[in-house]
């Protein structure tokens, strides 16, 4: 999973026609890290979607902007606009990102 490094860049991708998955995480995060275990496999059966990650502590005004209340966070963005938001307190395993992802 690529890493967004500026806020240009965030908004280029999430502006893409096709569905953009954002990752919000941090590196103290032990979620994050547990998540980092397992979405590689996820990633290549949800080949539909481009993956990126971005660090909440590094874009704090898109975390607030985009409802980012825990980490790690899925967003899922098309043309610009969110069109699903998997919350950290869901994201703790393979199935509940799954699950998430059948039902967009």
Same mark, same amino acid.
């Not at 502006?15 to 954002?22: D, L, R």
């Not at 971005?54 to 963005?77: C, H, Q, T, W």
């Given at each position: 999973?690529?890493?967004?490094?500026?806020?240009?860049?965030?908004?280029?991708?999430?502006?893409?026609?096709?569905?953009?998955?954002?990752?919000?995480?941090?590196?103290?995060?032990?979620?994050?890290?547990?998540?980092?275990?397992?979405?590689?496999?996820? /990633?290549?059966?949800?080949?539909? #979607?481009?993956?990126? $990650?971005?660090?909440?502590?590094?874009?704090?005004?898109? !975390?607030?902007?985009?409802?980012?209340?825990? /980490?790690?966070?899925?967003?899922? #963005?098309?043309?610009? $606009?969110?069109?699903?938001?998997?919350?950290?307190?869901? !994201?703790?395993?393979?199935?509940?990102?799954?699950?998430?992802?059948?039902?967009?």
């Amino acid at each position: 999973m690529e890493f967004v490094k500026s806020e240009e860049q965030f908004q280029q991708l999430i502006s893409q026609e096709k569905p953009v998955i954002m990752k919000f995480s941090a590196g103290w995060c032990p979620d994050c890290r547990r998540m980092d275990m397992f979405i590689d496999d996820i /990633i290549a059966e949800y080949s539909q #979607y481009d993956w990126y $990650e971005i660090n909440r502590d590094e874009f704090p005004e898109l !975390a607030e902007k985009y409802e980012v209340m825990g /980490i790690p966070s899925l967003l899922i #963005y098309k043309n610009g $606009e969110k069109t699903a938001h998997l919350h950290s307190a869901h !994201a703790k395993s393979p199935e509940q990102v799954i699950q998430f992802l059948q039902s967009v």
